[in-house]
């Protein structure tokens, strides 16, 4: 089963608006990253959170990470249409801190 | 552009032929891993490489496929046989070393199709 699972599976928001991806994930970390891949794409490296912090921030994108709640959020504030791609979690887990386990994606469509 | 280089982009087998995909890591990377992505879903570990060594081969089904990171050229992901369940997009990443706090750089991906 997957490590990780985003939510929602789909967004549409208007152009200014801010969108709220969320993952869940069901073992201990090292940390947390998350990605955007653009249609047919690979995938760009967005922002990676460790175990022992709580939020962080890069340019428009926010990242909390609640480890008691094994959850992560990415806000993406004042959207545009080049924002429009899909959004994956993926975590570093203890023992095998090489191996990305990814979440399904939440695929954001950010009308103009 | 010194990013992860992977080629072809779009590869079209019949059934019971060979693929072979290749990725060349970004400069100065040594550590290699491929990821299978089928589509509507996220990314799957496959094989963890270092130069002319395996690391990490559990994600990678234990027949017809096979993976080599050479001390010279780029890394390959060999699937022998390839059925209509192997079309998937496949990832290449690197990094320069093994830390947790290290991103993992992807190329674009080569894109197999089955016939």
């Known amino acids: 089963s997957q490590q990780g699972e985003e939510d929602p599976q789909a967004l549409s928001i208007q152009e200014g608006e801010n969108a709220t991806m969320n993952c869940s994930y069901k073992?201990?970390?090292?940390?947390l990253q998350w990605y955007r891949q653009n249609s047919g794409r690979g995938l760009v490296h967005l922002i990676l959170i460790r175990s022992n912090e709580r939020e962080k921030h890069s340019g428009r994108l926010r990242v909390t990470l609640d480890t008691s709640k094994k959850s992560s959020s990415l806000l993406i504030t004042a959207s545009r249409a080049a924002d429009t791609a899909s959004y994956f979690c993926a975590t570093s887990v203890m023992d095998s801190s090489y191996k990305l386990i990814f979440g399904s994606g939440t695929r954001l469509l950010v009308r103009p | 552009n010194a990013g992860v280089m992977q080629n072809p982009r779009h590869l079209v087998r019949r059934r019971g032929q060979e693929a072979r995909l290749r990725c060349s890591p970004m400069?100065?990377?040594?550590?290699v891993y491929w990821y299978r992505q089928l589509p509507e879903e996220g990314l799957k570990f496959m094989v963890y490489l270092q130069k002319e060594n395996i690391i990490d081969e559990s994600g990678m089904p234990k027949e017809r496929f096979s993976a080599e990171f050479p001390k010279e050229g780029p890394s390959i992901l060999r699937i022998q046989q390839v059925v209509r369940g192997d079309s998937a997009a496949y990832f290449c990443a690197s990094s320069p070393e093994l830390r947790s706090l290290q991103p993992q750089h992807f190329g674009d991906g080569t894109r197999l199709s089955i016939l």
């Open positions: 400069k100065g990377h040594s550590h």
């Open positions: 073992t201990s970390i090292n940390n």
